[in-house]
C-alpha cells in the first residue's frame, strides 16, 4: 500500500516526496523500491507533528510542505495539485481539500468531519456533527436544502507556517471534536480549502483493505 500511495504522490507536481515513519519495517519497504524515507520520534501526537520533524530532518530547502496519509491508496495526483494550487496565493497559511456531501449516511457520520467556509473558501469551522444546523426542516431532507461539504485528510502548510503550528497547545475545541485542526482556526491561522470530486478512504481495517481490493 506504501507503494501505491507513494507512486500515486510522484505523478503529482511535488518535487520531492519522502515517507516520514517511525517504523523500521516501512522504511525497508519504502528503501526496497528505491524510495526515499526519513525515520522520525514514535511520539508524535499527529501527521502535523511527524511533517515538521522530516522537514527539519530532511534538508532540502523548501516554501511548502504537503502532507498525504500514507494508507490513502486512492489518492489523485491532481489533488496534491489542487493543494499546490492554493499556493499561488502568498496569502495562503495552509490548505486542504473538501468535497460535497452526497448523502444524508456521510452528513450524520461523526467519523466524516464536515466545514463550513466563508465567501473566501476558508474555512470557519470542521465538526464531526453536521454543520450548519437547518432549521425547521426534517434531517433527511437537509442535503435538498443545503449543500454540505466533508473534509478530505491533506494538509498543506507554508514552511513558516508549520512551524509555528507546532509549537501551540491542543484547544479547547480541537479536544471537544478530536480535530486538530481546530486548533489552529482557535489560535487566528486561516485554512484555505480547495473542492475536489474525487472519493478518498484510508485503509484502517481488515473491512476497508478488502474494499481497497475490490477497487483494483
Not at 485542526?181 to 484510508?202: M, V
Request: hydrophobic share 35%.
Amino acid at each position: 500500500m506504501i507503494r501505491r500511495v507513494y507512486e500515486q504522490v510522484q505523478q503529482s507536481r511535488l518535487k520531492e516526496v519522502v515517507v516520514a515513519t517511525d517504523d523500521d519495517r516501512i522504511l525497508a519497504e519504502v528503501q526496497s523500491f528505491g524510495g526515499k524515507a526519513v525515520m522520525t520520534g514514535s511520539q508524535h501526537q499527529s501527521g502535523t507533528d511527524r511533517c515538521f520533524e522530516a522537514y527539519c530532518t530532511y534538508d532540502v530547502p523548501t516554501d511548502y510542505i504537503i502532507n498525504i496519509q500514507g494508507d490513502e491508496p486512492f489518492i489523485q495526483p491532481e489533488q496534491i495539485n489542487q493543494v499546490l494550487d492554493c499556493f499561488e496565493n502568498p496569502l495562503t497559511q495552509i490548505a486542504t481539500l473538501i468535497k460535497t456531501v452526497a448523502t444524508t449516511e456521510e452528513l450524520f457520520n461523526p467519523n466524516t468531519p464536515k466545514v463550513v467556509l466563508d465567501n473566501q473558501e476558508q474555512a470557519i469551522y470542521f465538526s464531526r456533527h453536521p454543520i450548519p444546523y437547518f432549521r425547521g426542516a426534517e434531517q433527511e431532507n437537509w442535503l435538498m436544502q443545503q449543500r454540505y461539504y466533508k473534509h478530505i485528510g491533506i494538509y498543506g502548510y507554508r514552511a513558516d507556517i508549520l512551524e509555528q503550528i507546532t509549537c501551540l497547545s491542543p484547544s479547547q475545541l480541537e479536544i471537544a471534536e478530536s480535530l486538530e485542526q481546530l486548533r489552529w482556526l482557535e489560535n487566528g491561522f486561516k485554512i484555505k480549502t480547495a473542492l475536489t470530486t474525487y472519493e478518498n478512504f484510508g485503509i484502517d481495517t481488515p473491512a476497508d483493505l478488502e474494499k481497497a481490493l475490490s477497487k483494483l
